[in-house]
């Protein structure tokens, strides 16, 4: 059994691609003091958007782009309720989760008349980097795959670096770490909040995207299957370290690509499923998470 | 003669029915170091949080360099000239020293943060200053010294030429404070002026170069350091007179209830109580003098059990309970009156029913200690008992469901008095009971505890308020920091005596004092 050649990263990759955007929207979030569980109700909202306009249109761009739009609208929810309202954002993302699953369902059998899965012939997914092919190494791991592939690892450093190398940056990081000690040297902690919140939907969107239109070419229904859970753990992983977060997410994707080249060897699938989740308690055990604890300064007389 | 720095003229200020301000002048001269003294509660921090914008005075003006301001958050301040290090540090323990002093105005180059200039800047101000840090430490790998330097750079990085820092020593170990003042007067000489607000005469005299003295809420003094002295100090802060009790003679004192032998206390490294003995019979009040913060709180937490101690033992009617916990030697039998009502005396957001019945929710009548009851109380007898002791105890309410913290302070001190007299512990531990109520309300509080001392009670009794402890201990002991330094009986108890001990002045003997 060849499991670890060029094709198993090109697996690896394709299964992390999701999580990676997701666990970076719910990175950014922590970065600000808001603990986003919304993004697994995102995600699935971003996948639907995507094979909906992409039906529509019979443009998978004009599919992605919806996705990115609509799940940034989406989660104006959360970022008016969390930021600006000062509600908990965990009641806030429950909410989130069940409404994705619900209107996502209902939309499907509303708009296309079908319930369970959407893959009508006319849907396009999205291309893959064919022209790669006869670079080596490259072609191996890329060729098969959507830009949203490289365009999510190449998100991660970048916002990563951002955070480390720019005033904005640093002052996001503070506004999570201590929003008192922001406000009292003039930062503006709930707009930062806001932003911030917006644009971890917008990230949401990308993975829904990428999952409906990338890995697959159809919609069924809830079929992020706890992706946006497994980025949530991946975020509790890497605390407060967004470049360590491939690291994590390509655990998963490992997990999961494993568990198929299993079965193709004769495992059961009950076991081989369920692998990335076992992989992802194991590992939160193991490194003994904690949310980063708060400290409340006051004024005190 | 050139502008004073700031001056604040006929601020008031008042919470509900509490003035924390009235009509307060304070002038900052240029570059000089000046202190504001008070007692807790006199009103120093109100000051303070409105001259840095974070509360709005109900009268009064505020010229910042002979203009008139009105501040309405913190960054006005800033952007005025101010800055403030607040006792509890707003730091980012993750970030490094110098992202921290230069967050929010951070250097720039080609729009990414410039971390060599401010690293650079750093060091800059710490020589400039004497504020020696390293700029690439973690502020979580910092003590609590260097933590406060990060916080003094921080204002010093936004031009800060009127510098606030509030109780800064309250932290510090002696080495740290004497680099500190070593900044201080740095500082001021580099033309900054330095507000420093403290209650510790030691420091005054040290390091400021003019004194304002508050109490309750007022100025009650305003001298220059060179021409003043710690006795003036002491009486220009605690000279409150409290209207003595008429005539309430001595206690007839009877057995032993409470005996610290060789109590020490150490607290992060810094000993707040060293090496305490005394006993307190029955029948008996006895005072602690002391200018707070001189360890009279923390000695109070290891009789109670809230602190450990490091040595020494604590025993009531006659059992050791250094190793006891808080419950069991309130079973034993001590009650007490903490010193900060608010937070520790009641739970403010239940109600006057709810906080008369905590700690007695297991005894009958309102719980039960076996039987089909036990593990569950009785609301009816819970609101019988509350509406007792607010007839008996004159609390002013609505009814006994009104939450504590609704009521008014002297009402809230009354709630918590009945709940702790109500049960007749053979030791009550009383802290500051008269602290920031009204005078209607010290008369009742010293009669219930005159009351409880002729049945039986013993009594120890914290007080910064020479008057009070002169109108009802029985013997007065004096705290400097850690240790007791003087005692007197009341035949030979004086304020000029007392003030004297307080201030370091007069280390008198111990004739009684260590005696176990």
Not at chain 1, 212 to 224: D, I, R
Request: aromatic letters at 6%.
């Amino acid at each position: 059994m060849h499991v670890f050649e060029l094709s198993f990263v090109a697996a690896v990759l394709l299964a992390a691609t999701p999580v990676l955007f997701a666990s970076l929207a719910g990175a950014i979030s922590a970065q600000v003091g808001v603990f986003n569980i919304a993004l697994e109700g995102q995600m699935l909202w971003g996948a639907f958007a995507a094979v909906a306009a992409s039906y529509y249109t019979g443009n998978p761009w004009a599919g992605v782009l919806a996705a990115v739009v609509s799940t940034a609208v989406f989660a104006l929810v959360l970022a008016v309720g969390a930021a600006r309202w000062k509600a908990d954002p965990i009641v806030i993302a429950i909410g989130s989760n069940l409404f994705a699953l619900g209107i996502t369902g209902f939309l499907m059998g509303v708009l296309f008349d079908v319930s369970g899965s959407f893959s009508p012939r006319g849907l396009v997914g999205l291309p893959k980097m064919q022209w790669l092919h006869d670079v080596p190494v490259l072609g191996a791991v890329f060729g098969g795959q959507t830009a949203l592939v490289p365009l999510a690892l190449v998100l991660i450093v970048v916002v990563g670096l951002w955070l480390l190398f720019t005033p904005h940056g640093l002052r996001l990081r503070g506004v999570g770490e201590h929003p008192e000690a922001a406000a009292s040297l003039g930062i503006n902690v709930p707009g930062y909040q806001f932003w911030v919140t917006i644009a971890a939907g917008a990230l949401c969107g990308f993975a829904g995207a990428q999952l409906s239109l990338g890995n697959v070419t159809v919609f069924t229904e809830n079929m992020t299957a706890g992706r946006g859970w497994i980025a949530v753990a991946a975020v509790m992983l890497v605390a407060g370290r967004p470049l360590w977060l491939p690291l994590a997410c390509l655990g998963f994707g490992a997990a999961e690509a494993l568990g198929f080249r299993l079965q193709g060897v004769g495992a059961p699938q009950q076991l081989t499923d369920a692998a990335p989740y076992l992989i992802t308690i194991l590992v939160l055990v193991l490194t003994r998470i904690r949310i980063p604890r708060r400290t409340k300064a006051s004024l005190t007389a | 003669m050139t502008l004073p720095a700031a001056q604040l003229t006929g601020i008031s200020k008042r919470f509900n029915a509490v003035v924390a301000n009235d009509g307060v002048d304070l002038v900052l001269r240029r570059g000089t170091v000046h202190a504001v003294m008070g007692e807790n509660g006199a009103g120093k921090s109100t000051l303070m949080s409105i001259l840095f914008g974070l509360l709005s005075p109900d009268a009064g003006q505020i010229l910042i360099a002979g203009r008139p301001q009105v501040f309405t958050s913190p960054l006005d301040a800033i952007a005025a000239g101010l800055g403030m290090v607040h006792q509890h540090f707003k730091l980012f323990d993750s970030l490094s020293v110098a992202a921290n002093v230069v967050y929010g105005a951070e250097p720039r180059r080609a729009g990414l943060f410039d971390r060599r200039a401010a690293e650079a800047r750093v060091r800059e101000l710490g020589e400039r200053y004497g504020l020696q840090i390293d700029p690439r430490a973690r502020v979580s790998s910092l003590s609590v010294g260097e933590r406060q330097r990060v916080e003094i750079l921080k204002a010093l990085h936004r031009d800060a030429t009127i510098l606030i820092l509030d109780e800064p020593t309250a932290v510090l170990t002696p080495g740290e404070v004497t680099t500190l003042f070593a900044v201080i007067r740095r500082a001021a000489d580099a033309g900054t002026t330095v507000v420093l607000v403290t209650h510790k005469i030691n420091e005054v005299l040290t390091v400021s170069d003019e004194v304002t003295v508050l109490r309750d809420g007022r100025v009650t003094g305003h001298f220059l350091t060179g021409e003043t002295s710690s006795a003036q100090l002491v009486h220009a802060m605690t000279g409150r007179e409290v209207r003595p009790v008429s005539n309430p003679g001595l206690g007839s004192p009877g057995a032993t209830v409470l005996q610290v032998r060789d109590a020490g206390v150490v607290d992060a490294g810094i000993t707040r109580v060293r090496s305490v003995s005394f006993a307190v019979r029955a029948g008996e009040i006895v005072g602690i003098a002391g200018v707070s913060g001189n360890g009279q709180h923390e000695l109070v937490e290891a009789i109670l059990g809230t602190r450990p101690t490091q040595s020494g033992t604590v025993e009531l009617l006659g059992a050791d309970v250094t190793r006891w916990t808080v419950r069991d030697r309130r079973l034993r039998g001590v009650a007490v009156i903490p010193e900060d009502r608010r937070g520790e005396g009641s739970a403010i957001g239940m109600s006057i029913t709810e906080n008369l019945a905590l700690g007695h929710h297991r005894t009958a009548p309102i719980g039960a200690e076996r039987g089909i009851r036990r593990g569950w109380i009785s609301v009816r007898a819970a609101r019988a008992e509350a509406r007792a002791l607010i007839a008996g105890y004159d609390v002013r309410t609505a009814g006994e469901q009104q939450s504590v913290g609704s009521l008014s302070g002297g009402n809230a001190q009354k709630v918590v008095i009945a709940r702790e007299l109500s049960h007749n512990a053979p030791l009550l531990i009383a802290e500051q009971p008269t602290q920031g109520v009204d005078v209607g309300a010290i008369e009742a509080i010293h009669g219930r505890l005159l009351d409880y001392r002729a049945g039986g009670g013993a009594i120890l009794l914290v007080s910064h308020e020479i008057s009070e402890l002169l109108a009802l201990a029985d013997r007065i002991l004096v705290m400097l920091d850690g240790a007791l330094v003087a005692e007197f009986s009341r035949a030979d108890a004086t304020t000029a005596g007392i003030g004297a001990a307080m201030a370091g002045l007069a280390a008198q003997n111990l004739p009684n004092g260590s005696r176990p």
